[in-house]
């Protein structure tokens, strides 16, 4: 980061990385509460999460709860190395909307 006067642009397609949908947390909250779960980008808000989501799904978004999650110590050989930090959004969809990722299959 430098001084204040720097804007960073974020593309909608950079905003999102891949949609969380195989965990049993993630299809749980899909199921019950309509809530979707994304890996984001480090450095993006939950304005610009809120945007991409609506821009390329085409659905309303009523709410964005944003978390980091730490990287591990993992074991590489005989040494130890710490995995990357990453960012998970849920997002939650209004009533009678959805997002299916299996569309193409």
Known sequence: RGSGSE???MHVEDVIKRPLYLTEKGSKLREDQ???TFEVDLEA????IKNAVETLFKVTVDE???LVMRGHMRRMGRTY???RNWKKAIVTVR???SIDFFEGV
């Not at 808000?45 to 610009?48: D, G, L, R, S």
């Open 95 to 97: 009533d009678g909307d």
């Open 64 to 66: 964005v709860n944003t």
């Open 34 to 36: 309509n809530k979707y």
């Open 45 to 48: 808000n939950k304005v610009q």
């Open 7 to 9: 804007v960073s642009v």
């Open 81 to 83: 190395a710490k995995t």
